[in-house]
């Protein structure tokens, strides 16, 4: 085989770039696919809050229980993927969530929609802390801000796409065949999920040693490399499960996870009526210009994963961004020119969503097994939490005041407090 003949000095760059373009392309559609299906109904709303009657608080609220259940059945969830294996627990997740999230076309009103949403948190549990599981078996930890950087744009890039992309939907389909605009956006938006569900039976490898797409030398290469890092971390702490789920440097870390989430979802479920409070466009325009922030943060991303991985430092590449990211907050509910607003939103994107890459390389520093897969989804539930603190509290400062200008400074404060914390971590002796 070619890999066969790649000289010694240029085996890890070789199969790096061969493993990046294998998984990450695939890995990162799949991420589009859900941060799709979880946040659309931020676009929805612009059609189904005066169809059903559903207001900002009652709106806020089911955006919300999404992330109540998503939080409560992560770690059985992520505990069951170490168990039966990340190709099919991922694929069952994203066919389940498929059909809920084109069930959503069935809501009628405020208890519906609140259903469905508690139900679709269920069925999605689990997606993106197996993928970083899935990441910390696949790419060593020198590769893995970059790694997890280049997936996490599926943030950003799910509305870059599916903003226009719902807008157009709702807006063309309006009325066709009996049916709302916003139903037809479910349907539509939901269903790729549950094809893309059986593809990843077919397509996704289990471990490096399973990898026939590698010539034998890379595979022994990378399963060593990988294998040595999980020995070595498991030698330097030995935490088990019960231990690491109870430990105070995995809780912090959940702690600071829960200030970013709480941040990016206040920001992600009120981009659509921000900027058509500042606009006034149509359903297609508003999501034209909703994915300006995200285009900034997905570049945003990409920079700062590199550049922690060359430096190996993780601390200051997530408090950094969370202070960048707290003051366009800030410019956004002080500025009232729609092009400064605009640019303030995509500060506060780039920022927020730039530490995603870093920080998701810290807990493959110390765990191993089932330990940093009940860690990993744990740290991920508290992120949960933030959705549901993120959306509700804007949805319920925004009816009270009348203004975004609160629900930013809002937003501000959590993620100033997520950067304090973040230094609070380089004290632990597990991260060093």
């Known amino acids: 085989m070619q890999g066969e003949n790649i000289p010694a000095d240029a085996l890890e760059r070789v199969t790096m770039r061969h493993v990046t373009w294998r998984l990450l392309p695939f890995l990162l559609l799949l991420y589009i696919i859900s941060w799709l299906d979880r946040v659309n109904v931020s676009f929805a709303k612009l059609q189904m809050g005066p169809d059903l009657g559903i207001g900002d608080a009652a709106y806020g609220f089911g955006a919300s229980i999404f992330f109540i259940s998503y939080a409560l059945c992560e770690v059985p969830s992520n505990l069951l993927l170490a168990r039966f294996g990340a190709r099919v627990w991922i694929a069952r997740i994203m066919i389940t969530w498929g059909l809920i999230s084109a069930g959503m076309m069935f809501v009628n009103g405020p208890i519906s929609f609140y259903v469905m949403r508690f139900l679709l948190g269920v069925a999605e549990a689990g997606f993106l802390p197996g993928i970083i599981y899935y990441l910390n078996h696949w790419f060593p930890r020198t590769h893995r801000a970059k790694a997890v950087s280049w997936f996490m744009i599926g943030i950003p890039l799910s509305v870059v796409f599916g903003g226009p992309l719902s807008g157009w939907i709702m807006q063309s389909m309006d009325e066709y065949l009996g049916l709302h605009g916003w139903q037809w956006m479910f349907v539509i938006e939901g269903l790729p999920a549950v094809l893309l569900g059986f593809v990843v039976l077919w397509f996704l490898t289990e471990k490096p040693a399973e990898a026939k797409w590698l010539s034998p030398r890379q595979r022994d290469w990378l399963s060593q490399r990988i294998e040595a890092e999980h020995v070595e971390a498991h030698a330097r702490h030995g935490l088990q499960l019960r231990a690491a789920l109870l430990h105070p440097t995995v809780w912090l870390l959940a702690v600071v996870m829960f200030c970013c989430q709480t941040g990016s979802y206040g920001l992600t479920f009120w981009v659509p009526s921000i900027v058509n409070g500042l606009s006034g466009y149509s359903e297609f325009e508003v999501g034209l210009f909703s994915a300006i922030p995200y285009i900034a943060a997905a570049a945003g991303m990409i920079l700062v994963g590199m550049s922690s991985d060359r430096t190996g430092e993780r601390f200051l590449h997530v408090a950094i961004p969370s202070l960048v990211g707290a003051a366009g907050f800030i410019a956004v509910g002080l ?49 949960a939490v933030g959705g549901v603190v993120g959306p509700s509290a804007v949805g319920w400062l925004k009816q009270s005041t009348g203004s975004f200008v609160g629900p930013m400074i809002m937003l501000s404060g959590v993620l100033i407090v997520g950067a304090v914390l973040t230094m609070f971590l380089r004290r632990s002796a597990l991260l060093r």
């Not at 729609?338 to 500060?347: I, R, S």
């Not at 890459?357 to 520093?365: E, I, N, R, S, T």
């Open 335 to 383: 500025f009232v020119s729609p092009m400064l607003a605009m640019a303030a939103l995509a500060v506060a994107a780039v920022g927020d969503y730039s530490t995603r890459g870093p920080f998701w390389a810290l807990p493959g520093k110390f765990l191993t097994g089932s330990a940093l897969a009940g860690s990993i989804a744990l740290i991920n539930s508290m992120g």
